[in-house]
Structures are given as C-alpha cells and as structure tokens.
C-alpha cells in the first residue's frame, strides 16, 4: 500500500519497520485475530533481508545485505506455514595458506574421513583434528541446549547456566575472553583463526577483549538451529522477507510501504504514532507499537535520550563472475572451496595484526575476510542463461573495518579498501579476480562495495552496526524485561535486531514481541 488511502483510524497493533522481524511480529499478531499495521519507510519490506538486481541489465538477484540463515528457528517457518527453505553447504570452510613455500589450505567439510586428511596435510598429524572435534561437540551440546531457549521467556543466567549443564562450556563461553580457550585447545595459527572468525563477524574485538563481546557474537555463531550451521537461503534472502510478508497479509495484517514514522506519543495504555509519505503527514492510534528498528531510532521516535551507538566494522562486497577462478592449491576444487566459507587472512596472528591497525586508526594491512558462493548451493537466483554459461555469485564479508575509519572519506576509503582485500584473495588465485569478474550492461564490473557509512545511510543501523547494538547475553539483565523487547514504555516493544537474542535473520525479537502482546491480552 503507498499512501494514505485505505488506513483505518486505529490498530490494536502497529508496527513500525518492515524488515523481517516486524513482518514476523505482524504475521503472528494478525494471525491470533488482532487488526495490524505495518509502516515501512521504503517502498518495499525486507529491511536487510532482500534480494536486489544490483547490476545494471544483468539477471542476478542477490541477497544484498545479509546472506545466510542459521538463527531462524522452524517453529516460526512451521507457525507462519512460510514457503520457505535453506539449503545445507557440503562444505563447511576452506582457508588457504602458503606453508614452506608452497599453496596448501584446510578444507573441512566434505565429510570425517576428508576432514581428517586435510587436518594432517597442513598440521603434519592428529592434534589438531581432534581438538577441533571435542571443541565443537562441546559447542554442539551447549546448542542444542540455549537455542530452544530463544523463542521462550527469558532464562536467568543461573537458569541458562543449569540448562548448558556444563561447567567447563560455560567457562569458556560465558566467563573468560574466547582467546583463552582457541590458545588452550589450538597450536596451529590458522585453526586458531578460523575458529576465531566466528568471534569477529560484524564485531570489532580482541580475542582476549575483557568485555567479552567476542564471546557473545561467537556464540550466536556457534548455537542456530541448535548445530551451529549457516544454510544457504534458496532463492535468496528476499525469498524469506517475500513469503513473511505473503504470510502477514494473508493473515490480515496491512503492511503500508512509503511510510515513515516520524513520531511515537505514548501514555502507557494507548499510542498515536504520526508517519510522513509523499503526500503529507498522518496519524494513526494503537493499543501496543512494536518498533522493528534500532534502540537509537526507537528513542528518536519516542522523545528519550538516544544510547550511544556501536560502531559498526564490516565491509560487504557483492560480486558476479564469469567463471569461478582457479586456486593455487591444485589440490582443492575451486567448486569445493568457494561454496563454503573461504577465509582469506583470517590466521589468528593475522586477526590480531589487523585489529591493532584499525585500532590505531589505520586500516588494516592484509584485511580479513571471508567469501562464499550462493549460486554454488543455490543456482536459482541466476538466470538460466547465466547457469547455462557457468556463470556464479560471490559474496565477500570483510572484518575489523570499524565505521572510524571511513569518517574522513567514505567513497576514498572503501575503494581503497576494497583493492587491498581483493589482493589478498589474489594472492591465493592462480589468476586474477578482476578477470573472473562479469560486466553489466554497461560495460561496468559487477562488483559493489558497502561500508559501515554506506549501511548507516542506506539501512539507517546506527553507526552501520549490524545488530543495531552490541550482541547481549541470551538471559535477563537489569531492564531486560520477561521477553528481552520490552522498554520503559509498558505498551511500545522493541521487535528489531537491538532487542535482547537479536541480531541476524532469526525472526526472534519478532517472535518475542508478538508473544508479549498476546500474553499481556491473555490470548
């Protein structure tokens, strides 16, 4: 809907923000009988979670923003009867080095006995394999355990900490900086690394930061789904977003793009929200406003003193090409490698070289990253005649670029930026990237970069953060309230990324918002 027209004057429940947790959040309250309506400021939902044609006349649709799924939980795909699936990588991570003068790499994934040999072929023996093994059956019991917990009320952490059941896991976990157990268990500098990186994605941090927030973004790494898996979303991430907003509709809910909020009044019982479109200003009256984006925005909108942001410290890179490029290390198919996460730069030396030029307001020298494949696992979201001529996708997620360091000169930097990481990907191709590289319609690469800054104009995520804060423990806290969504408004909830168990496509906060509401109506 694109204006005013066809708005009723009131709403049990209005949403403001149609990205994916507010579609949620809509989906669940319009499907127990409540009258919803969603206010969206672009003029399409999806907020992050869409798949966009970035390059001009060409038939590729991309998961722009975010791009793969592990935190969604089933019950909400079977609660909302989504037309939805993910597809499972064959291969968990390839990570390429230069050992002794010669291309070598580790490849997990594939299945044990592969594993194992890749293990022994860069290490020299079993150490490492089997401490990669009892590390992650560790992590894979402590899933199986707090991710059940996500979409319930919140646990205490002497509740959580009872239900992990595991001193050591929780030590290692919730207790001391992450770096303590990846030196302990780990003596190779790249397993040390790769098990790192999931400390480090959106999140700029030491492995041994006394803050532990490191901690908090491994976790949520490690525990979706209750496996730890990142599956690959099929027909991309709008595909999730497309069928939540099918799901809200059908049940009722109205969901009104080119709407935005501009102002929330509250008096504890009922809310007028006005909102701005092309056309002038309106307003509309609930009982209860579910406000699906940023803690910041959300005191913005109330009238309250705005936290400080976190600062976002990620580059994401969109890339087609024409063929994927040959490795160095002619012992791994191209095919294999790229089709699950390939870091580059990412040993643990590395990581905490790069850390420490940001930190000193430089950008790093070898920057890390990590790349994938969607078309690989999922070659729907190419066109046929792309399929046809082995055409593929690649998806580039730069670490510990904090939004500092692009203050000075936004457009400068990230090409800069971009240059010095994609040389480091080179240095482990047997060609050049740049001429694996597709062209659009105008003759232009199909290559597009995204900054912090770039996220915070476009997406409005405050400091271009990612999860809209700092990543939270998943048990209460001072003010975290019985479901993590509630504010110091009794009848406005936070539905979005920043709410406590947000952050990534999970549809939690959504979730959670939607069930404080019905159980405050006793629905």
């Given at each position: 809907m694109p204006a005013h027209e066809g708005l009723h004057r009131s709403y049990d429940a209005v949403i403001v923000g149609g990205g994916h947790n507010g579609l949620v959040a809509a989906a669940y309250l319009a499907r127990a009988g409540r009258s919803v309506l969603v206010l969206?400021?672009?003029?399409?939902?999806?907020?992050?979670?869409?798949?966009?044609?970035?390059?001009?006349?060409?038939?590729?649709?991309?998961?722009?923003?975010?791009?793969?799924?592990?935190?969604?939980?089933?019950?909400?795909?079977?609660?909302?009867?989504?037309?939805?699936?993910?597809?499972?990588?064959?291969?968990?991570?390839?990570?390429?080095?230069?050992?002794?003068?010669?291309?070598?790499?580790?490849?997990?994934g594939g299945g044990e006995r592969r594993t194992r040999e890749a293990f022994a072929r860069l290490t020299g023996g079993e150490r490492e394999y089997q401490a990669w093994q009892r590390f992650y059956d560790m992590t894979g019991r402590v899933a199986q355990r707090i991710f059940p917990t996500l979409t319930e009320p919140l646990p205490t952490r002497d509740e959580l900490r009872l239900r992990v059941d595991d001193e050591e896991a929780w030590r290692v976990l919730f207790e001391e900086p992450i770096g303590v157990a990846v030196e302990d268990r780990f003596a190779d500098d790249l397993v040390r690394g790769v098990v790192l990186t999931d400390a480090l994605i959106g999140t700029?941090?030491?492995?041994?930061?006394?803050?532990?927030?490191?901690?908090?973004?491994?976790?949520?790494?490690?525990?979706?789904?209750?496996?730890?898996?990142?599956?690959?979303?099929?027909?991309?991430?709008?595909?999730?977003?497309?069928?939540?907003?099918?799901?809200?509709?059908?049940?009722?809910?109205?969901?009104?793009?080119?709407?935005?909020?501009?102002?929330?009044?509250?008096?504890?019982?009922?809310?007028?929200?006005?909102?701005?479109?092309?056309?002038?200003?309106?307003?509309?009256?609930?009982?209860?406003?579910?406000?699906?984006?940023?803690?910041?925005?959300?005191?913005?909108?109330?009238?309250?003193?705005?936290?400080?942001?976190?600062?976002?410290?990620?580059?994401?890179?969109n890339m087609l090409l024409k063929r994927l490029p040959r490795l160095r290390d002619n012992e791994v198919d191209p095919r294999e490698a790229f089709s699950g996460t390939f870091h580059v730069a990412e040993g643990y030396q590395e990581l905490a070289t790069a850390h420490a030029e940001a930190a000193a307001g430089r950008l790093p020298t070898a920057p890390p990253s990590e790349i994938y494949c969607h078309s690989l696992t999922d070659p729907t979201i190419l066109g046929p005649d792309l399929v046809e001529q082995g055409y593929q996708t690649l998806t580039l997620f730069g670490l510990h670029t904090p939004a500092r360091l692009f203050d000075r000169d936004?457009?400068?930097?990230?090409?800069?930026?971009?240059?010095?990481?994609?040389?480091?990907?080179?240095?482990?191709?047997?060609?050049?990237?740049?001429?694996?590289?597709?062209?659009?319609?105008?003759?232009?690469?199909?290559?597009?970069?995204?900054?912090?800054?770039?996220?915070?104009?476009?997406?409005?995520?405050?400091?271009?953060?990612?999860?809209?804060?700092?990543?939270?423990?998943?048990?209460?806290?001072?003010?975290?309230?019985?479901?993590?969504?509630?504010?110091?408004?009794?009848?406005?909830?936070?539905?979005?990324?920043?709410?406590?168990?947000?952050?990534?496509?999970?549809?939690?906060?959504?979730?959670?918002?939607?069930?404080?509401?019905?159980?405050?109506?006793?629905?």
């Open positions: 969206e400021r672009l003029g399409n939902t999806g907020g992050a979670a869409v798949s966009t044609r970035p390059f001009t006349g060409v038939d590729a649709r991309l998961s722009r923003y975010s791009y793969l799924v592990s935190l969604l939980p089933r019950k909400i795909v079977r609660d909302l009867g989504l037309d939805f699936r993910v597809r499972t990588r064959n291969v968990s991570s390839y990570t390429p080095v230069e050992r002794d003068g010669r291309p070598t790499g580790l490849l997990v700029f941090a030491d492995a041994h930061d006394p803050s532990l927030k490191q901690n908090r973004c491994f976790l949520y790494h490690v525990i979706g789904g209750g496996t730890g898996a990142w599956d690959v979303p099929v027909g991309g991430m709008g595909a999730l977003t497309d069928a939540l907003a099918t799901a809200a509709r059908d049940a009722g809910a109205v969901l009104a793009t080119g709407h935005e909020v501009v102002g929330i009044s509250v008096d504890g019982s009922s809310a007028e929200i006005t909102y701005r479109t092309a056309e002038g200003e309106g307003t509309v009256a609930a009982r209860h406003v579910l406000v699906n984006a940023s803690p910041q925005q959300l005191a913005v909108l109330t009238g309250d003193q705005p936290p400080t942001p976190a600062e976002g410290a990620q580059l994401k890179v936004n457009d400068a930097v990230r090409e800069e930026l971009l240059k010095s990481t994609l040389a480091q990907l080179d240095a482990h191709l047997a060609e050049p990237l740049a001429d694996c590289l597709a062209t659009d319609a105008d003759g232009r690469p199909c290559i597009e970069a995204k900054t912090p800054l770039d996220l915070e104009r476009d997406l409005r995520l405050p400091g271009g953060n990612i999860f809209h804060r700092e990543l939270s423990w998943p048990y209460t806290q001072e003010g975290t309230g019985r479901w993590g969504v509630e504010t110091r408004h009794t009848n406005v909830l936070l539905c979005g990324a920043g709410a406590v168990r947000g952050g990534g496509v999970s549809g939690v906060p959504g979730h959670n918002a939607a069930m404080a509401v019905l159980e405050e109506l006793g629905a």
